[in-house]
């Protein structure tokens, strides 16, 4: 279930990267969610000879609105800088189709889930969390998305579900590979889990 709900934050984590401009953070949201939510309720989606549309309009949503370097560079944190601009670059890739590929399956498994929007606080003009509930079979998930505003726009930076920071769990990940290796092995980990 938490699987489930993680790889729906993260396609609306991604998804979220480039809606409405002048949208205020709970606009953004709610704009995204939905998007999000009509390709996987459409029934005719659900039928398996469909997967791979179904799968295709998602990845096409999550292309459309995706900001794949700031997410890319937010992730990874200071150790960005130890990265060339051709790695940076290629990283950029390839931790876009790890989490296209992470989660792209367990999102099909959604089944009715219901996204509320519970609140929304600004710390300042360019920062704010929205906080959502993620409803399933009676049990609520706390969600909360953390945004900036880049001057043209309100974009997701990060997600936590229950408490636990999205991009802190990659970071954390990333950051013990490039503390026992060089920016090449990190990139050659992630080569090969794309080739898998």
């Not at 997967?51 to 995706?66: G, H, L, P, T, W």
């Not at 996204?115 to 606080?121: A, D, N, R, Y």
């Not at 970071?171 to 920016?183: C, E, T, V, W, Y």
Request: glycine share 4%; net charge positive.
């Amino acid at each position: 279930m938490r699987k489930t709900v993680c790889a729906l934050v993260v396609f609306l984590l991604i998804g979220m990267a480039g809606v409405a401009s002048a949208a205020e953070p709970t606009q953004v949201i709610r704009s995204a969610v939905d998007e999000i939510l009509v390709i996987l309720r459409d029934p005719k989606l659900k039928a398996p000879d469909r997967a791979d549309e179904q799968r295709q309009r998602i990845a096409a949503v999550a292309e459309k609105f995706m900001d794949k370097k700031r997410f890319a560079q937010i992730t990874l944190g200071r150790d960005w800088r130890k990265l060339d601009p051709k790695q940076q670059e290629e990283f950029t890739e390839l931790y876009a189709d790890l989490v296209e590929k992470t989660y792209i399956d367990r999102i099909r498994e959604y089944t009715d889930e219901k996204v509320l929007i519970t609140g929304e606080t600004k710390a300042n003009d360019n920062k704010a969390e929205v906080s959502t509930v993620v409803v399933s079979k009676g049990k609520e998930i706390p969600v909360v998305y953390r945004m900036y505003n880049d001057g043209s726009r309100w974009r997701t930076y990060d997600v936590l579900v229950e408490g636990v920071s999205f991009v802190m769990n990659y970071r954390s990940q990333f950051n013990d590979i490039l503390a026992k290796g060089s920016p090449e092995s990190l990139l050659r980990q992630l080569r090969q889990k794309a080739s898998s």
